[in-house]
């Protein structure tokens, strides 16, 4: 990420700054990888240390799927409707390991009652059907359909969004979402032949600075429990910060996409990157355009990782009988490839307009309980 800032700071880091009735703003630092990451300080009203009470924790985790088995899988998910009514209720895990979950997110209602912090992962949610706002600490953050919205692990948000339903993807990580490193020079700064760049990247663009005193609860997600703690004063009660360490949105549309003569392997199309896992974006582009080329992947063995691909938009030529929002897990182990009389008829083809968001994993994915209703039990055969 790059520097950014909002609001007033002092002119030095910890040092005197005083709120106009000559009592001290409360400077805190928010830091990734300990002292060794990116980081942002902050500069409240209140000390953020200043609680009223905790509450009892409720659990909040998805239990695996026991004896699913090795096989290519297809969650319809394409007609879901509602998961929840709440955003955090609606949050409903289908994949998982210790590096990565992967969840659908259909809430009914338009807002939060509560702030919500994720006290242990990163977090990237990507809008299917639906805009609103991103309101955080570090300001607001206008949202809409197919932005990825980056929220680093301790950032404090509530959504509210314009009209209800609305689709969310949201991929949790254990570790740090960054971009890829292939992707910047030594100083951090995204290279010329990167697929985006900063410009694409959208920080908080206005700080809200909520200074009444009332009732706030924020809900920590820690240790599969939400943990709710009770404040006498809001948590956006900031007068300015500064750093690297922000929420951002950067939209599907804005990834360009690397494109050849021959057919390109699925790392020109990735976005993000974490510990054990990457995220690709499958975006509108001209296809390879040697005189013989074919357009539909080849058939691939899976070694080293599992393969989740979320239909976004489109006609998927090389896949049949799946439809906008299905997933599907290509597990390592097993090859895969385009459907039968997908090869042929993707020959002469020029371009593709779909829109597809990959998930590729370094150590094998489960399914979770919640999945299991989704399961289309013909999808292994479908190559016959």
């Not at 609680?51 to 239990?63: D, L, S, T, W």
């Not at 998910?77 to 210790?98: C, E, H, P, W």
């Not at 924020?218 to 703690?229: R, S, T, V």
Request: hydrophobic share 30%; net charge negative; glycine share 8%.
């Amino acid at each position: 990420m790059y520097y950014h800032r909002l609001g007033k700071i002092p002119t030095k880091r910890h040092t005197q700054f005083r709120q106009p009735d000559g009592s001290l703003y409360k400077e805190e630092l928010v830091s990734s990888k300990g002292f060794s990451g990116i980081y942002s300080n902050l500069y409240h009203i209140h000390a953020p240390t200043k609680i009223k009470g905790v509450g009892e924790p409720e659990p909040y985790h998805a239990p695996i799927a026991d004896g699913y088995g090795l096989r290519q899988t297809h969650l319809n998910t394409s007609k879901i409707g509602l998961t929840g009514k709440g955003y955090l209720d609606a949050r409903k895990v289908l994949l998982k390991n210790n590096d990565v979950s992967i969840a659908v997110c259909n809430p009914e209602e338009k807002g939060m009652d509560c702030y919500y912090k994720n006290a242990e992962g990163d977090e990237v949610i990507y809008i299917h059907d639906g805009s609103g706002y991103l309101y955080s600490q570090y300001g607001k953050l206008r949202i809409v359909k197919g932005d990825y919205v980056v929220i680093p692990r301790t950032v404090i948000y509530r959504l509210a969004w314009d009209q209800a339903p609305v689709r969310l993807l949201v991929v949790e990580s254990a570790t740090p979402i960054e971009t890829p490193k292939r992707y910047r020079n030594q100083l951090g700064q995204l290279l010329e032949h990167s697929p985006y760049c900063e410009r694409d990247i959208r920080p908080p663009e206005e700080l809200i600075t909520e200074r009444e005193v009332g009732k706030y609860t924020i809900k920590i997600k820690k240790g599969d429990m939400l943990h709710p703690y009770h404040y006498e004063h809001s948590p956006m009660d900031l007068v300015g910060w500064d750093g690297f360490l922000w929420p951002y949105a950067f939209s599907i549309h804005d990834f360009e996409p690397i494109t050849g003569r021959i057919h390109q392997p699925p790392p020109v199309h990735q976005t993000f990157e974490a510990h054990n896992f990457v995220i690709c974006s499958f975006v509108p582009r001209l296809f390879d355009y040697h005189p013989l080329a074919i357009p539909a992947p080849y058939n691939h063995s899976n070694i080293d990782s599992d393969e989740v691909l979320f239909y976004a938009e489109g006609d998927f030529m090389s896949r049949k009988g799946i439809d906008r929002g299905s997933f599907t897990l290509h597990p390592g182990g097993l090859p895969h490839g385009p459907h039968p009389g997908t090869v042929e008829k993707s020959i002469g083809a020029k371009e593709t307009h779909e829109l597809a968001v990959m998930v590729d994993t370094f150590k094998p994915l489960y399914l979770t309980q919640h999945a299991l209703a989704y399961v289309d039990e013909q999808y292994p055969m479908s190559w016959s």
